[in-house]
């Protein structure tokens, strides 16, 4: 600033000031530090949906590679793990080869925890649904049986049954990780369960938007027909999601036809991943060429963290970002 204490008629004036400052073009940029550094995380968080449920209906050969019954499952889940995935969500709805399988939900969950640990010796975060079963004991055996270390939990079922859930969760140290299929669940999260002070810990938050629905479909759903609505759609429900949680753990899955424009926005935003077979087939939304199996989505997911310039978590930063002691997992016999 100029000394002001002098004489004004004294000081440059603008042009007198333009002058000895001088001018660049192109030709002449300043110090590459007047830019700073974007606030993106350094380490991203991939999980994977291995079963291969969303090609239930499809051809044999059509879905030759997804997991559809239990040895197929845990074949896609090891390979997920194998290729760079540090959860897996255990899931067995919808998938009828294990519904008539004659096992309880406590027996095919061990059966499945169990052989995805004797196939692989890395560490991974069992990401365990709790809406399987015909009693609450079975619904929350993943919890209680010491499988489950994050719950997903969208906010749109019988109040009661959240809240026990809820607790449940929280008194056994697992974290409950909101999905979320449209800006109004960041509202029910909120309303219906967070606002009550029944977690111990802050929750995580899930992200599905854009799955495939027609007339039968009870979820509330996201349509997503191109680039720029699913990046308005994820970015406005992000937006929400900091309305209650100024610094939350945001995990994206790549449904639908967004597939891999899905996790090459969310890595861009500094968010995690969730690919895998589950949600999507498509290897892009505007091709029908579709995944070989779970494992490729992995493996593309880690290529997109490359080039992005960002470092693909181990199972223990995982637990560490969204709040999680670091654990030795125990073998559940089968």
Request: aromatic share 6%; proline share 5%.
């Amino acid at each position: 600033m100029f000394e002001l204490s002098k004489d004004w008629s004294q000081l440059p004036s603008l042009w007198s000031a333009l002058a000895e400052r001088g001018s660049t073009d192109m030709d002449g940029l300043p110090r590459l530090e007047v830019q700073p550094r974007w606030e993106v995380p350094d380490t991203v968080v991939i999980t994977a949906a291995a079963s291969g449920r969303i090609l239930r209906e499809e051809s044999a050969d059509r879905s030759a590679g997804f997991g559809l019954d239990i040895d197929s499952f845990i074949t896609a889940a090891v390979d997920s793990i194998e290729a760079g995935a540090v959860g897996i969500h255990l899931d067995i709805l919808g998938m009828p080869k294990i519904a008539e399988s004659g096992l309880t939900v406590p027996e095919a969950y061990s059966k499945i925890y169990a052989g995805i640990n004797e196939r692989t010796c890395r560490d991974w975060i069992c990401d365990a649904n709790v809406l399987n079963g015909t009693s609450f004991d079975e619904n929350m055996f993943a919890i209680t049986a010491g499988l489950a270390e994050t719950v997903p939990m969208a906010p749109n079922f019988p109040v009661p049954w959240m809240e026990s859930a809820a607790h449940v969760a929280s008194e056994h140290g697992v974290r409950l990780v909101f999905s979320i299929h449209s800006a109004a669940e960041v509202d029910l999260a909120n309303r219906l369960v967070l606002s009550k002070g029944i977690l111990k810990e802050k929750p995580a938050w899930g992200i599905l938007i854009g799955y495939p629905y027609d007339d039968s479909t009870t979820r509330l759903a996201t349509y997503l027909n191109s680039p720029k609505v699913m990046m308005t759609e994820l970015i406005a429900i992000c937006d929400r999601i900091h309305e209650i949680d100024p610094d939350p753990y945001i995990l994206v899955a790549a449904a639908g036809r967004a597939s891999q424009y899905m996790v090459a926005t969310a890595m861009l935003l500094g968010l995690h991943v969730r690919v895998g077979t589950e949600d999507t087939a498509f290897r892009f939304p505007h091709s029908n060429e579709l995944l070989t199996d779970s494992a490729e989505s992995v493996r593309r997911a880690v290529d997109t963290a490359a080039v992005l310039g960002r470092k693909v978590a181990t199972a223990d930063e995982a637990r560490a970002l969204v709040g999680l002691p670091i654990r030795t997992r125990e073998v559940v016999s089968s």
